[in-house]
């Protein structure tokens, strides 16, 4: 299952809004909310926040993968932002984010989950994507992009 297997075109959001963490997070759930069926946000938001308690998702180079997963859904969903400001989000590197990407996967699917997230991180190890990524024009840039 690749990225762009996952990728609904309303889940990725060119120009987060966001100014702290907890609001990244709310605002990335709530977008899923809206066209995930059964996702309960308040639940999403607790089970982030509780993985962000054990350990930063702000891997460096300006990237977040918060995750996390949960009873009340039946498929992996992932969620793709860009905030053009950045964001503290305790990052190992202690930088802004500015490239999030969320996944939410079920309960039990955790193999598939740690496939997509080893995805995600291979993606975005290349230095030419990120910055593709930070320059593309709304979310129509950001979707062919992604898609590849």
Same mark, same amino acid.
């Given at each position: 299952?690749?990225?762009? #297997?996952?990728? @609904? %075109?309303? *889940?990725?959001?060119? $120009?987060?809004?966001?100014? +702290?963490?907890?609001?990244?997070?709310?605002?990335?759930?709530?977008?899923?909310?809206?066209?995930?069926?059964?996702?309960?946000? #308040?639940?999403? @938001? %607790?089970? *982030?926040?509780?993985? $962000?308690?054990?350990?930063? +998702?702000?891997?460096?180079?300006?990237?977040?993968?918060?995750?996390?997963?949960?009873?009340?859904?039946?498929?992996?969903?992932?969620?793709?932002?860009?905030?053009?400001?950045?964001?503290?989000?305790?990052?190992?590197?202690?930088?802004?984010?500015?490239?999030?990407?969320?996944?939410?996967?079920?309960?039990?699917?955790?193999?598939?989950?740690?496939?997509?997230?080893?995805?995600?991180?291979?993606?975005?190890?290349?230095?030419?994507?990120?910055?593709?990524?930070?320059?593309?024009?709304?979310?129509?840039?950001?979707?062919?992009?992604?898609?590849?």
């Amino acid at each position: 299952m690749t990225i762009g #297997d996952l990728l @609904v %075109k309303e *889940l990725v959001l060119p $120009e987060l809004s966001a100014g +702290t963490k907890s609001e990244v997070l709310a605002e990335l759930v709530a977008a899923a909310g809206d066209i995930v069926p059964g996702l309960d946000v #308040d639940e999403a @938001v %607790k089970v *982030l926040q509780e993985r $962000e308690a054990l350990g930063t +998702t702000g891997i460096g180079d300006t990237i977040a993968i918060p995750h996390g997963k949960m009873h009340s859904i039946d498929k992996i969903v992932l969620v793709v932002g860009r905030s053009l400001t950045g964001v503290e989000f305790d990052a190992l590197d202690h930088k802004p984010c500015h490239i999030f990407f969320l996944v939410l996967a079920p309960e039990q699917v955790a193999g598939q989950h740690l496939r997509v997230l080893a995805n995600i991180s291979r993606l975005l190890k290349d230095e030419a994507f990120r910055k593709s990524y930070m320059v593309a024009d709304g979310l129509d840039g950001m979707w062919r992009l992604l898609k590849g």
